[in-house]
Every structure is written in structure tokens, then in C-alpha cells.
């Protein structure tokens, strides 16, 4: 029997995908003929993957990411692969090598990052379902700057096999859709163990939403709505608390002192790996050739100096000065300290509550060019980064508008419990519809 | 404080490629987030970052891997079966 296909021509004007898919294939399953979007991060057979740099123009895997096989098994449709910072460095999608994806809501501003994108293809309506990934809110970000739902899954849970590397110990692949209903339905494919990624634990999701919250204890921690959130965001949010606290969850005020550091440890830990991670881009095995005749030294330098946009080397370098020697303990070990001082606060307040709940960003979507300065940019990521660093399970959801613009609440778990997550966010969402 | 010349260095460490009309601007923004980075000096303790991993085995059988033709596939020069690359030496 000849494969089903379906016809997929969006009218991509906001450019969010990189890569379309005009008659892709589906099969049967519980996907069967869904549009799923997957990050250009993501490895996918004979689809040319760029994950947004111009070092990979052209290339094209030889292999799927497990996530992309699991789709296909399900019967998913795959639509084409969308826009990003390049290789995930960034909070905009405007570090893209192909341009920035503009937000569906808002033509002046930015969707979010790195999985722009994603998140722009599912909010349009141009499809039903997208992956992302999330190294350091990359996942949560565009999901509250475009009004859908994000979950970064517990490290671990979902395969990393095929997903282009940046910095392997704070990133997971993750659901985006529109509900939270359809977010777990995704999660549940991609989702469970994967003998080729060493980090994959055998831990399915196969849930069913549950709104009952009754007697769930969410603890909200002074610091999630420190300096730098706009009161507009911060009331939104509050709102959305008191809705959960009126589906009989209770509301417990904490502290999180590692806070403070935590932004600096997620940017030194993921600068390092980058740095050796990156090294593969050589223009050797794949993407735009290096000039052979030249010296290894010469013929590397230029191809990189060309091909990598500034943010990625930027990162890269800032990555190669702290391992470098003398600088080691002043900042990576320090960095390592830090992250377990944030990953002590999460499990010292997950003896007292199930959950934690804030904003997801700080502010609502930035207008294109407002984060021009790379520190201002890497400040906005302060909410999301904790999730990562100490591997925990995060999800956002919208929750109001400031200015006309959605603003994202977000809930997270204890390692594992994405379900815990789900079922808080499921609630709010049942209230509020 | 970095300096232009340091800058310059781990460019060529990281063989990033960097033209000289770029270290001004590298070098400000490298500054302010090392800056930023200083918080870190007031973290107590050496305890690191407890990873919770434990080895992975699995039996040492080959398994199907890629084809030559397919890991040759995206390289921009080959040459009698291998990549070709340029001189090290």
C-alpha cells in the first residue's frame, strides 16, 4: 500500500521554518497525519538539518534523532524543520544564519529562543505540534512570547540521540503545542529509554491529564519575582497562583538563595561545553568544505571566522578563556559548586512543596534589535536556567497578556514527576477556558 | 580585565578566525560578562556538581553502523574512501 501524505504549503511570512516538507508522508498511529515541526537541531534522515548555522548549509543526516523515529513509528506527519539561534545560543531567534523568525503575534518582535521557530509554526496555526529543545529556557521562552505551552522534560527522560550538541548536560528535547493536553500527547512519543543515549533512563510517560489539584503544595520563591520582572508580568502571574489556589492547591512562600548565582553558573557551564563541543565544526566531515591546500590552522580559522555567526563565537570563546589554564578553578569549578547549591535548593524545597511556580521570563516578548548587548540578553534567561542546571522537569503555559502580549506562568517538578507538572499546569488551564 | 591581545589569543586558541576591526567590540563585551561572571568568587566551597551517573555497559558487539558511502556523503572533499582534510604538518 502506497504511504498517505498530506499537503503542507504554509504562507511563511514570519520565517519560521528553515526547511519546509510540502508532501510529507504518515502512517498510522496515535499521530497518525498530525503536522509536527521539529527544531533544526534535530537530526532528521534525507531533511537538510542546519540547526541554524551557515558551518551546516547543506547538510543533510544520514540518520533520524530517536525522537524523529518515534514521530514517524506514531504516524506523525513531519512539516519541515524550524527556525533557531544558532545552535540554540540565544533568547531571540534572531542569532539565527537565516534571519530571525518574527513572533505570529506581533511582527515587531521577537518570538522567543532558540526554538523560535517552533514555537511560531504551532502559535500561526501553521502546524498542530513542534519539538523544541531547551538548554537554558529555550523551550519556555518562545512558549510564553507566543502564547503556547512548553515542556522541558526531566534530563533524561527523552533521547538526546540525534539532537545536534551544545551543551549535553543542561539539554533535553522537548513537547510544544498549543494545549496542555496536546503537549503530553506528544510527550508520551517521545518520551522513554534509548540504549544510544547514555544519559536516557527508563522512565516512559504514559499519562492522562488530571486537573485535581486539591491539597498539591506549590511553593513560590521570593526571588522568582526579584529585580528585573516587570509588575505587569508579575501580577499576571500572581493571578494565575491564586487560580491554582482556588482549585485547593496551598500556597507556600519560600526563599532560593542560590538564585544569585545560578545565571552565572548556567553561562559558564554552558560556554565550556560549547567550546569543546563546537570543535567538530571543521569543514571537513560535512557543511561548506575548508580550502585543503591551506594549513590545518588557516583553513580552519577562516572557514569558522566566516560560517559561525558572532554570538557562537562569542560562546565559544568565552568557553575556550575559562577552561583555559589559571582560569579553571575561578570559573568552571566554581560554576560546578554553584549548580549544586541550586540543585540543594530544589530539593530542599521539594521536601516541602510538589511544585514551583512563577513567571517563565521576565518581561513580555522583546521588540527585534532590543537585545543587542549579549549581557543584557543572557540576564533574561535568570527564570529559566535553575530547571536545567539541576535537571528538574518545567513547563510554560500563557497566563494573561500585558500590552496585548501572552506572558508565561511557569510550574516545576521534581525530577520525574513531569506528570506533577502536567496535571498543575492541566488545572490552570481547565479553570481558565 | 581582558585585553585585546588576550582576546586575539583565544581566538587563535579556540581557531575561532577573528579580524582586528572585531577585538574592540569583543573585548567590551567579553569584560562586562566576566564581570558579571565575578559573582561566582562568593560561592563557598569546592563540593562540584554531583552527577548522579553510573556506567553504562553493554556487551562489545558490532552492531549496523553507518556506511562509508553515507559518512562520506556530506564531506566536502574525499579522496580514495576517507575524508580529505587539510595538512596538519
Request: charged share 20%; aromatic share 8%.
Amino acid at each position: 500500500m502506497a504511504p498517505s501524505r498530506l499537503s503542507f504549503s504554509p504562507d511563511d511570512r514570519i520565517n519560521a521554518f528553515l526547511t519546509t516538507c510540502p508532501e510529507p508522508e504518515y502512517g498510522t498511529g496515535s499521530l497518525e497525519g498530525v503536522t509536527v515541526a521539529i527544531k533544526d537541531n534535530i537530526s532528521t534522515k534525507g531533511i537538510r538539518t542546519t540547526a541554524g548555522s551557515r558551518i551546516l548549509e547543506g547538510y543533510i543526516p544520514p540518520y533520524d534523532a530517536h525522537v524523529v523515529s518515534l514521530l514517524i513509528a506514531e504516524g506523525a506527519a513531519i512539516a519541515g524543520k524550524t527556525n533557531m539561534d544558532e545552535f540554540g545560543m540565544g533568547t531571540t531567534t534572531e542569532n539565527s544564519g537565516y534571519g530571525p523568525t518574527l513572533n505570529p503575534l506581533d511582527t515587531g518582535r521577537v518570538p522567543g529562543g532558540s526554538s523560535g521557530g517552533s514555537a511560531a509554526a504551532v502559535a500561526s496555526g501553521m502546524v498542530r505540534m513542534a519539538l523544541g529543545s531547551d538548554t537554558g529556557g529555550s523551550i519556555r521562552c518562545p512558549a510564553a512570547f507566543c502564547g503556547i505551552v512548553g515542556l522541558k522534560p526531566t534530563y533524561g527522560r527523552v533521547s538526546r540521540y540525534g539532537l545536534i550538541a551544545y551543551a549535553n548536560s543542561l539539554e533535553q528535547i522537548g513537547p510544544m503545542a498549543m494545549t496542555v493536553g496536546e503537549t503530553s500527547r506528544l510527550m508520551q512519543v517521545i518520551a522513554g529509554h534509548d540504549p544510544r543515549d547514555t544519559t536516557s533512563i527508563e522512565k516512559p510517560y504514559c499519562h492522562t491529564p488530571d486537573n485535581n489539584i486539591q491539597g498539591r503544595r506549590i511553593g513560590v520563591p521570593e526571588e522568582f519575582f526579584g529585580a528585573g520582572v516587570d509588575p505587569a508580568v508579575a501580577a499576571s502571574v500572581w493571578e494565575a497562583i491564586e487560580v491554582l489556589e482556588k482549585k485547593g492547591a496551598e500556597i507556600v512562600t519560600c526563599r532560593m538563595p542560590s538564585m544569585e548565582y545560578a545565571l552565572a553558573a548556567y553561562y559558564v557551564t554552558c560556554t565550556c561545553e560549547a567550546s569543546s563541543n563546537l570543535a567538530r565544526f571543521d569543514g571537513v566531515r560535512y557543511g561548506p568544505p575548508v580550502d585543503t591546500k591551506k594549513s590545518w590552522h588557516e583553513a580552519f580559522q577562516e572557514r569558522r571566522g566566516i560560517s559561525f555567526g558572532k554570538e557562537v563565537r562569542r560562546r565559544i570563546m568565552l568557553g575556550t578563556f575559562a577552561l583555559s589554564s589559571g582560569y579553571y578553578g575561578k570559573y568552571y569549578a566554581k560554576a560546578q559548586s554553584a549548580r549544586q547549591q541550586v540543585k540543594n535548593d530544589f530539593m530542599r524545597l521539594y521536601k516541602q512543596v510538589d511544585v514551583l511556580a512563577g513567571p517563565t521570563m521576565p518581561t513580555i516578548a522583546f521588540r527585534l534589535g532590543e537585545k543587542a548587548d549579549p549581557l543584557s540578553m543572557y540576564l533574561s534567561d535568570i527564570l529559566t536556567v535553575p530547571a536545567n542546571l539541576a535537571g528538574v522537569p518545567a513547563i510554560s503555559i500563557p497566563c494573561g497578556t500585558v500590552e496585548g502580549m501572552p506572558v508565561g506562568l511557569q510550574i516545576m517538578g521534581r525530577p520525574f514527576e513531569d506528570e506533577v507538572v502536567i496535571d498543575t499546569a492541566y488545572a490552570y488551564e481547565q479553570a481558565v477556558v | 580585565m581582558v585585553s585585546e591581545r588576550d582576546v586575539e589569543h583565544i581566538a587563535e586558541l579556540a581557531d575561532i578566525g577573528i579580524i582586528k576591526d572585531e577585538l574592540d567590540e569583543f573585548t567590551v563585551q567579553f569584560n562586562k560578562i566576566l564581570d558579571y561572571f565575578d559573582i561566582l568568587d562568593a560561592v563557598e566551597g569546592n563540593s562540584g556538581y554531583e552527577q548522579e551517573l553510573n556506567n553504562v555497559l553493554r556487551e562489545d558487539v558490532a552492531r549496523p553502523s553507518l556506511s562509508q558511502e553515507d559518512a562520506l556523503k556530506n564531506a566536502g572533499e574525499t579522496e580514495d574512501g576517507f575524508f580529505k582534510a587539510p595538512r596538519v604538518m
